[in-house]
């Protein structure tokens, strides 16, 4: 099994690079977002307290995002592997994953990150808040929390793998195409 990370900041545009990898790798696409928002959206005690942290521009605990990717690795079978979309997003969750992976025999097989410049990221969640209509889009604070939350929790794992030597970095600014074949040059190597 092949375990990809998609990383980058709130609006490098994973959720749109992410459909085009999960098909042409035959990979499971697992994103914490779209996982929280799930719960939000049917209304459960988790999705709940979420909700409320989401809304704020923090993260969830660990624990909670870390017990829904176990999950998905127990359940879902017939792929190559698995594309994480929002996770890992702390050096704490990063290393519970390498934890998962090694009872399993495996390991994280390359992260492939997108990256923006800071002045970009605004802009990008402006344009998807007109389209999706996410409640973390819409909010100037919750936004200006998300990306300082980037910077001091989720930016460290860039050294993380690096170290690791598993970083791979792909300048996301030009076209959705653009992008879409430098993430394949690097994805075809790995
Ligand atoms: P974006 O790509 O814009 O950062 P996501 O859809 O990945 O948005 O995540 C939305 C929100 O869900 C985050 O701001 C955070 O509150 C929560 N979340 C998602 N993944 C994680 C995670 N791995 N750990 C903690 N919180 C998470």
């Known amino acids: 099994m092949k375990y990809f990370i998609l990383f980058g900041p709130p609006g490098a545009g994973k959720g749109t690079q992410a459909g085009a990898m999960v098909e042409k790798y035959n990979l499971k696409h697992i994103s914490t977002g779209e996982l929280l928002r799930s719960e939000i959206a049917a209304g459960t005690e988790l999705g709940l307290k979420a909700k409320a942290l989401i809304d704020a521009g923090s993260l969830v605990p660990d624990e909670v995002v870390e017990g829904m990717i176990e999950s998905k690795f127990n359940t879902v079978k017939d792929v190559n ?3 994480l979309d929002g996770f890992p997003r702390t050096i ?7 934890k998962m992976l090694e009872g399993r025999g495996e390991s994280v097989t390359g992260v492939v990150s997108l990256m923006i410049p800071d002045e970009m990221i605004k802009e990008r969640i402006a344009h998807r808040a007109a389209i999706e209509g996410r409640a ?4 100037i604070e ?10 001091e929790k989720t930016e460290p794992l860039i050294a993380f793998y ?15 195409e653009e992008v879409r074949e430098l993430v394949f040059s690097v994805m075809d190597n790995l």
Not at 92 to 98: C, V
């Open 92 to 98: 704490a969750q990063a290393e519970a994953l390498d």
């Open 136 to 139: 973390d889009d819409a909010n």
């Open 81 to 83: 592997g698995f594309l």
């Open 142 to 151: 919750t936004i200006n929390n998300r990306i300082k939350t980037y910077h």
């Open 162 to 176: 690096q170290e690791a030597d598993k970083y791979y970095e792909v300048e996301s600014m030009g076209t959705i």
